[in-house]
């Protein structure tokens, strides 16, 4: 099994521009979460897709975020007029849904940096 | 709702040397437990986890861990520590019926030669 992949690694923007990123989950994982991390911090949840569809959000979440997992695979989040307080590591998961519960298997992360 | 505290937030050891990591937790509901390991500028790896049963429970690289349901607490042990174990770790909680994971602030463990 192949891991949980994020693209990209790193990333700079300056404030007001836009970025996406993209989270490839572990094949067959039918569950995908979004979480960000900032400096000295646990990582915090975002929002998590089941198959296609997002199903819960956190209110970390503006309006300025979205996050979509259109056919059920690959998911992208995109910021669009980023902060200099958007700055963090992004994190992606993924899980297989089973009886009991499911365990979350996280990407290396992608790390923003606003300037 | 859940949150997790894990009590200190840098545990200094030496080599081979014995560790407890401490988290509690709150919750109205049952919850889930599990410790992840996080080195520099990586993502998070699964180190243990508590769904059910037996309450001592086993992870990986020689780590366990121990849920006590009257005290809310789920802390992480190892015996003897290595360099390599050097790393933050973040204690996290999942409520019955929840499915997104709730994190401590993360301790950071430094193994001194």
């Known amino acids: 099994d192949t891991g949980v992949s994020q693209d990209p690694r790193h990333k700079i923007t300056k404030r007001g521009q836009n970025v996406t990123f993209r989270c490839d989950p572990i094949?067959?994982?039918?569950?995908l979460y979004w979480y960000r991390q900032t400096l000295g911090q646990g990582p915090e949840f975002l929002t998590y897709?089941?198959?296609?569809?997002?199903?819960?959000k956190s209110r970390l979440l503006s309006d300025r975020f979205s996050a979509e997992r259109p056919k059920g695979s690959f998911s992208t989040l995109e910021i669009q007029r980023t902060e200099q307080g958007d700055s963090a590591m992004y994190l992606c998961?993924?899980?297989?849904?089973?009886?009991?519960?499911?365990?979350?298997?996280f990407g290396p992360g992608t790390r923003l940096t606003v300037l | 709702a859940q949150s997790v505290t894990q009590l200190d937030s840098q545990v200094p050891v030496f080599e081979e040397a014995p560790v407890e990591l401490r988290c509690n937790y709150s919750?109205?509901?049952?919850?889930?437990l599990f410790w992840y390991v996080q080195y520099p500028n990586q993502g998070l790896q699964l180190l243990l986890k508590?769904?059910?049963?037996?309450?001592l429970v086993k992870g990986i690289n020689g780590f366990e861990a121990e849920f006590n349901k009257s005290q809310t607490s789920f802390h992480l042990r190892k015996p003897s520590v290595h360099i390599s174990d050097t790393a933050e770790y973040f204690c996290a909680v999942r409520g019955e019926g929840a499915q997104k994971l709730v994190f401590g602030q993360g301790t950071r463990l430094t193994i001194n030669p």
């Open positions: 094949s067959e994982h039918n569950r």
């Open positions: 508590y769904l059910s049963g037996s309450t």
């Open positions: 919750s109205s509901v049952s919850v889930y």
């Open positions: 897709f089941q198959n296609e569809a997002q199903l819960e």
């Open positions: 998961a993924s899980s297989l849904r089973t009886v009991g519960t499911d365990t979350q298997y």
